[in-house]
T-cell receptor
C-alpha cells in the first residue's frame, strides 16, 4: 500500500513551458485534491475532485487544469508556466465516507519556474 | 472569510523542553480544528483534532484544547524530542463541512540535543 504518490519530486521549468504533475493513490479514495504551499501563505486549494469524471475549482485555480479519468489518478496540468507558479505542490486524497480532515497527503513536488 | 494565524518560526528548543505553538482562528459558527505535522521530505500527516468547543485532541504526547472564548487551539508538548523536529500546521474546517481545509502558514520546530 503506497498511499499517495507524486512525481516528479523536483522540476525546473522555463516561463511558458507546460508540464503535468502526477498524483496517484491506491486506497480507492473518491476525493482527491491539489494544494500549493508558499512561504507565509500556508496551503491553498487549487482544484479538487469528488470522483472519476468530476472536478471543481478551489481557492486558486487560475493557470491550472485537472481531469479525473480514473479513481486512482488526478494529474495537475500547467499549460503555460509562470514564475508565480513556483511553489511546492501537494496532492491529497480521502474516502467519501470520512470527514475532510482525514486526508492523506503525498510527499510533494517542488516546482521552480524561471 | 475563514483564516488561521500561527506563530512564526523557527522555534528552536533543547530536548526535553516544553513546547507551545500558538494558533488562533477566525471563522463563523463552530469549525473543526486540526494540527498537521510535516516531517522533512514527507507530506502532511494529521496529528490531532478537536471538533467542538472544550474538546482536547491528543496524540504522541501532543495536546491542544479547542477554546471557543479565545478562538485558539494552541499545540503543547511537555517534553520534546529531536524526532519532533518538523513543520506544524494548524487548520480548520468550516461549520457545515465541505472539502475545504483552511491552513495556517506553518511553524518550523527544531529540537537540539
Amino acid at each position: 500500500n503506497a498511499g499517495v504518490t507524486q512525481t516528479p519530486k523536483f522540476q525546473v521549468l522555463k516561463t511558458g513551458q507546460s508540464m503535468t504533475l502526477q498524483c496517484a493513490q491506491d486506497m480507492n479514495h473518491e476525493y482527491m485534491s491539489w494544494y500549493r504551499q508558499d512561504p507565509g501563505m500556508g496551503l491553498r486549494l487549487i482544484h479538487y475532485s469528488v470522483g472519476a469524471g468530476i472536478t471543481d475549482q478551489g481557492e486558486v485555480p487560475n493557470g491550472y487544469n485537472v481531469s479525473r479519468s480514473t479513481t486512482e489518478d488526478f494529474p495537475l496540468r500547467l499549460l503555460s508556466a509562470a514564475p508565480s507558479q513556483t511553489s511546492v505542490y501537494f496532492c491529497a486524497s480521502r474516502s467519501s465516507g470520512g470527514s475532510s480532515y482525514e486526508q492523506y497527503f503525498g510527499p510533494g513536488t517542488r516546482l521552480t519556474v524561471t | 472569510g475563514d483564516s488561521v494565524t500561527q506563530m512564526e518560526g523557527p522555534v528552536t528548543l533543547s530536548e526535553e523542553a516544553f513546547l507551545t505553538i500558538n494558533c488562533t482562528y477566525t471563522a463563523t459558527g463552530y469549525p473543526s480544528l486540526f494540527w498537521y505535522v510535516q516531517y522533512p521530505g514527507e507530506g502532511l500527516q494529521l496529528l490531532l483534532k478537536a471538533t467542538k468547543a472544550d474538546d482536547k485532541g491528543s496524540n504522541k504526547g501532543f495536546e491542544a484544547t479547542y477554546r471557543k472564548e479565545t478562538t485558539s487551539f494552541h499545540l503543547e508538548k511537555g517534553s520534546v524530542q529531536v524526532s519532533d523536529s518538523a513543520v506544524y500546521f494548524c487548520a480548520l474546517r468550516a461549520t457545515g463541512g465541505g472539502n475545504k481545509l483552511t491552513f495556517g502558514t506553518g511553524t518550523q520546530l527544531k529540537v537540539e540535543l
